[in-house]
């Protein structure tokens, strides 16, 4: 018998589903994944995890329990995201890692996603030349060489505990099952056709009757790829078996991924970005991620405005923001791209000079048109999944990892139970020339082979007075930047708690389109205000899912997960 309790209050939802389960081992009796909470905001001592979802942060929490650093909760959580969060957790997809050692060591990985070797610039055009988008979001074509499991072992260099007590956990939810959300349910169930249409094995999630909350999801083959990984480390991926059945369903679609692109592929430490914000020090993401120059460029661009007495979402705040977001992402699509393929003039964009220029022209009484700013701008698509996670001595963890759209191209690899990604549609499917939704990408973020696509994810961290404060990050395409930008002006301009801070209403503008989305809750007023200034604004579904730790003076590590989705604290 399945029961469910659904409690909502502003902080705090509870799910609580009961099920007669038999064979669960399981990652240690804290961790139920027949019965759990979402939590929404807590304050701990000693250890801290906010992600996508609950288990997901209470296998982070118990990793710590065990003796595991926040490396070691960082790969354990995207592990469990791997299996219960199917929608952008994964190990079929890519991310980006930004962390600060509590000897002040800042570590920037990159996974992200690249093109296979057969790739090339003009494989998504017709004969015409005209772009076929949906080879490049959907199916076999459209994902790039899957990079997640290099970066967890490129992770696994500053963790403590054995890799296997790390990946057991997954295994176990995966082998032995885990009851889903509402909004898994609903995902599942509109998601189905695509899943048949674009796999070429029935996959999990595919079930003759509609899904409801408190199913259970089990996931065997999934379940057999982990245990790969935990035996044969990397090359229980890259090689073998693994490898072999990701190029077998590559060839029973029409997909380019070969068994030496696998082989090949390697994740890169790169050089965190930092800067400094009044008495703050910001650590970013350098490209192939957009996020960090774009955080960079805007928090720069407000710096000398007196923007704390404005108040957070006044009609005077949110102008000068969408003045300094429409300015950054014109920025973003000129100059931005893989680093090595693309000689990125990172020093230049983010220099003091030339950051005060680009505002000169702002004018604090009307819009100003994004024709009238120069560059261009790429797609993206808004599913992905952000992890923070701080633990007793300090080290903090920020992870953004992807498959791109919500269940990424929708391919599963037959035999393997896991989802490839739909990345390459990050890259300008055709270079200098609008695509289907408007949006123009440039060479810098042109296909090539082994090149990594440009991507907005944004994990952040913060430093008071060069000790650690914040841990921030987003899912969202291309509104990751801005959400988190609003987010870190509402904690260190108005002075805002992290709950407070990440479901205060969003706002975004990317500089083309030239509108300013709002969220349903924006303020009518303000939006009116706006309008009458000569902004277009449009309300639209939320985009992002934020997870913030904020650490205290007195040592106390304070949580928020977003409002939005199933996300989840946990700590202790
Ligand atoms: N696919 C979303 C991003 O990388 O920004």
Known sequence: MKKILLSSTIVFISIAVTYSQTSFVGAGKAVNPFHYEIVKTKTFSKASVASAHP?????????MKQGGNAFDAAIAVQ??????????????????????????QTIAI?????????????????????????????GHLASGVPGTVAGLFETYKYAKLPFKQLIQPAIDIAEFGFVITESQAHGFNVTKESFIKNSTQTPAFVQHNKWKAGDTLIQKDLAETLKRIRDNGQKGFYEGKTAQLIVDEMQRGNGIISLNDLKNYKAKTRTALQFNYKDYKIIGMPPPSS???????????IEDKPIASYGCNSTKAVQLMVETERRAYADRAEHLGDPDFYKVPLKEITSSTYIKKRMIDYDSTQATPSKNITAGNV????????????????????????LNGGYGCRTVVGGAGFLLNNEMDDFSVKPGVPNMYGAIGREANAIQPGKRMLSSMTPTLVLKNNKPYIVCGTPGGTTIPTSVY???????????????????????HQWLPDVVRVEKDFNPTVRKELSAMGYNIVETNSWCRLEVIKLHTNKQQEIAADKRGDDSVAGF
């Open 379 to 402: 797609k993206e698509h808004d599913e992905t999944t952000h992890l923070s996670v701080m633990d007793k001595e300090g080290n903090m963890v920020s992870v953004t990892t992807t």
């Open 110 to 138: 990159d996974y992200r996603e690249e093109a296979p070797g057969k790739a090339s610039r003009d494989m998504y055009l017709d004969k015409n030349g005209n772009a076929i988008t949906n080879l490049s979001l959907n």
């Open 486 to 508: 609003q987010t870190l002006v509402n904690m260190l301009e108005f002075n805002m708690s992290p709950a407070d801070a990440i479901n205060s209403p969003k706002f975004h």
């Open 291 to 301: 996020g960090g120059v774009i955080i960079w460029q805007m928090m720069k661009m």
């Open 55 to 63: 288990l997901a942060s209470m296998v982070g929490a118990e990793i």
């Open 79 to 104: 592990l469990t995201l791997a299996v219960v969060y199917p929608s952008a957790g994964n190990i079929g997809g890519g991310g980006f890692l930004v962390a600060r050692k509590t000897n002040g």
